[in-house]
């Protein structure tokens, strides 16, 4: 029997039961043992198991037992411990705070002692350095003595030395009275070793001596004049340049046209050269120390607002004698960014790491001159585009030209307005996009003149064709007017795509001028944080007008309602073109009121032929058709967006043709009402007349596969109603025609 199973944490008494009984019951069988039954089985287990665990529980009562006897034996022996522990926790407590006691009272003690000792040594150490003090003082004459018979001499490494000697005097002289007074006397002494060697320094500087550039570096070094130094070698440097400079100009000035424009090319050319080789030249003389090896950009940053004549006002003055103006400021821009390119590689091959106030100094050296250049190149743009559109946009006589004209000077413009935008980058890096952006809404308007021009051209030429029905020059009136829709829809795509760059473009600005533009030198740099919020300010003016689909949005809102109204206005020209012959005829139609014969008053309606003038707008309509499916069979991409934004219909999965058919012919029943509601009297002969003319016009629109208006089929109602049944036919029908038919066939009211 396995005991210890009885002591583990998931002891389940039933399962042990059965699994003891399965290996006793598999025990008795491998025995041999001939069992009856079952019981037998379980009872013989139960007893045997039963036994054995009395026997367990005994042997547990007793190890309990014994194991309490002792226990409470012990319990006296640990009370005596714990008591005896307790005492010797007192005892001890008691010698601690002993102890605090003596360390505190040896520290209150010692506290003065340490006082005495230090106020000990602070008057030795007075008392050393007084006299150091007066060692000093008593050489200080000896070494006044031998500097001024070096100065006699002009010995420039004697008077450093003797000028060091005096420095190292006057810091042990501190305490001395007339301390500020020999400060002052070293001070005159360095004053006139920089008189002495500056002569010598400046030519020394000027041929580049690296020899004789480290020994003056080393005497200003040890009379703390380095600066000073650095100083002299920038405005040697800065005055040779300078002479370079104005050497460029004047061989520029005896170049032809075309070679001037160079000039600045050139002269950023000479000054990376010089740099490059001074800054070589500053890591020999200077020891590698790097504040002075970036001396040369340093003088650089100086160097170029403070060149005479400055850039601004040499580039003005050769922009007055040139007419391409745009052309020449794109070359200067394209030198400072070619010379910023150029000066950035050098800066990252040489691994110099500049400040970022000496990348924003020499940013603005390079780039800040131009800036008066941006801000005139908005209107300088607006001056030439107007030029441009002043030359192509020029009256045309004959309507297809007029129209012809248009689509070429649409495209033209476009690429014109491109071109600006490709000058605007490379001139303002885009910084003048937004100002240009808002000068060209003037430059769109005049192009919507010049469609304004042709379409009141078309009108004239329908007006002055008005007389010659169904002629070829009606149909050519046609062609011009869908063409000039296919203009119009080209100019507002090409507007659409146009805005969309301009977006892009702004977009692109926007994180030039928000980035950290402090890692190379850039004309982003050169914006104070007052005109970069006033630019950004500007760009989310411009970005808040975004362009939707279908909607006269974006940032010219007012042009796209001008095209809007020009894409309605030309589609009326469409259909009046189509109108015209409908009008004449139905100006012929000869009143229903001369029909009234008496021998007519009784005649059944089939009795009656549709009149000449019916007929012949049946004829008309049935001929459309045939002149409308060469032209909108299968419509180009342009012209079917722009009959889609002339009338809803025409966005519909049907043929153009079709949808223009039927609104010619709505457009007939309507005309045709507006002449039927304009008679003032109707006999029965005259309705039935009147009624067979519309029920014709029915059948011609019925053949086109269309229907009458619903006015015009509920006049025909009312002009075949009985005078008896008219009030009961009338129902359903507009109230207004009612009323106008009934007076019209005096037709007594019941009500």
């Known amino acids: ?159 450093c030395d003797k000028i060091s000697a005096l420095q190292k005097s006057l810091a042990a002289q501190e305490q001395l009275p007339g301390h500020e007074e020999r400060k002052s006397q070293v001070e005159d002494f360095k004053n006139r070793l920089e008189a002495l060697a500056s002569p010598s320094l400046v030519q020394c500087f000027a041929e580049g001596n690296v020899e004789q550039s480290q020994r003056y570096v080393n005497i200003f070094a040890a009379i703390q004049r380095k600066p000073q130094l650095l100083q002299y070698y920038s405005t040697v440097q800065k005055t040779a340049l300078q002479q370079q400079w104005k050497q460029t100009l004047e061989i520029q000035a005896t170049e032809t046209a075309g070679q001037q424009q160079h000039f600045l090319n050139l002269f950023y050319d000479q000054l990376l050269e010089n740099c490059q080789k001074q800054v070589k030249w500053c890591s020999q003389v200077f020891g590698g120390d790097e504040d002075a090896m970036q001396q040369p950009l340093r003088m650089l940053a100086e160097l170029l607002p403070a060149l005479q004549p400055s850039r601004d006002n040499h580039i003005l003055q050769l922009l007055k004698t040139c007419n391409e103006r745009l052309d020449l400021l794109q070359q200067f821009a394209q030198a400072n960014h070619s010379f910023v390119l150029q000066l950035n590689a050098y800066l990252e091959q040489s691994s110099i790491q500049l400040s970022d106030d000496l990348k924003q100094q020499l940013a603005h050296a390079i780039y800040e001159y131009f800036h008066k250049f941006i801000q005139q190149y908005p209107r300088l743009e607006e001056t030439h585009l107007s030029t441009q559109v002043d030359r192509v946009l020029v009256s045309q006589s004959h309507a297809s030209d007029a129209v012809r004209h248009l689509k070429d000077s649409t495209s033209k413009l476009f690429d014109w307005l491109h071109e600006a935008l490709q000058r605007c980058s490379n001139i303002t890096n885009d910084l003048a996009l937004c100002k240009l952006i808002n000068l060209l809404g003037g430059i769109f308007k005049r192009l919507l003149e010049q469609f304004s021009k042709t379409q009141r051209q078309l009108t004239l030429n329908i007006g002055s064709n008005s007389n010659q029905t169904n002629s070829d020059s009606n149909w050519s009136m046609l062609q011009y007017t869908l063409a000039l829709l296919e203009c119009l829809a080209d100019y507002h795509q090409k507007l659409q795509k146009f805005e969309k760059t301009l977006q892009e473009r702004l977009t692109q600005l926007k994180i030039k001028l928000e980035e950290n533009q402090r890692k190379n030198l850039n004309i982003y740099q050169t914006f104070d944080s007052g005109e970069r919020h006033r630019l950004l300010k500007s760009i989310e003016d411009l970005q808040q007008k975004r362009l939707e689909d279908n909607a006269t949005t974006g940032i010219f809102a007012n042009i796209y309602e001008s095209l809007k109204t020009f894409f309605s206005e030309t ?76 009338h809803i219909k025409y966005a519909q999965a049907i043929p153009s043709a079709d949808i223009l058919l039927s609104l010619v012919v709505a457009q007939c029943c309507v005309l045709y009402q507006s002449q039927i509601l304009q008679i003032k009297s109707l006999s029965n002969a005259s309705s039935k007349q009147l009624a067979v003319d519309i029920e014709y016009l029915s059948s011609v629109v019925e053949e086109l596969g269309l229907s009458l208006t619903t006015s015009l089929t509920q006049i025909l109602t009312l002009l075949k109603a009985s005078p008896e049944n008219y009030l009961s036919l009338s129902a359903g029908c507009e109230p207004r025609l009612v009323t106008a038919i009934r007076q019209m066939r005096n037709i007594i009211s019941t009500q």
């Open 1 to 159: 029997m396995d005991i210890s199973a009885l002591s583990e944490d998931k002891f389940d008494a039933v399962d042990w039961i059965n699994e003891n009984f399965k290996k006793y019951s598999e025990d008795n069988k491998s025995n041999n043992r001939n069992l009856d039954a079952d019981d037998k089985v379980a009872i013989e287990f139960i007893n045997s198991y039963v036994s054995k665990l009395q026997l367990y529980v005994q042997q547990v009562n007793y190890a309990v037992e014994e194991s309490s006897q002792q226990l409470v034996a012990n319990l006296p022996k640990i009370v005596k411990d714990v008591k005896s522990l307790h005492a010797d926790v007192r005892s001890l407590q008691g010698r601690m705070l002993e102890m605090r006691q003596e360390v505190a009272a040896v520290q209150e003690e010692t506290g003065e002692c340490m006082a005495t000792l230090e106020k000990l040594n602070s008057k030795q150490i007075k008392l050393q350095t007084a006299k150091e003090s007066l060692q000093e003082s008593d050489g200080w004459g000896n070494l006044l003595s031998q500097l001024e018979d070096s100065f006699e001499k002009n010995d420039l490494k004697s008077v």
């Open 571 to 646: 589609h009326d020209i469409t259909l009046n073109i189509l109108l015209q012959p409908l009008e004449s005829h139905l100006a012929e139609i000869q009143p229903p009121a001369q029909l009234q014969q008496g021998h007519m008053q009784d005649m059944p309606a089939f009795s009656f032929a549709p009149q000449e003038s019916i007929t012949q707008i049946g004829q008309y309509l049935l001929t459309l058709p045939q002149h409308l499916e060469p032209l909108l069979l299968s419509p180009s991409t342009l012209l079917k967006q722009a009959l889609e934004m002339c």
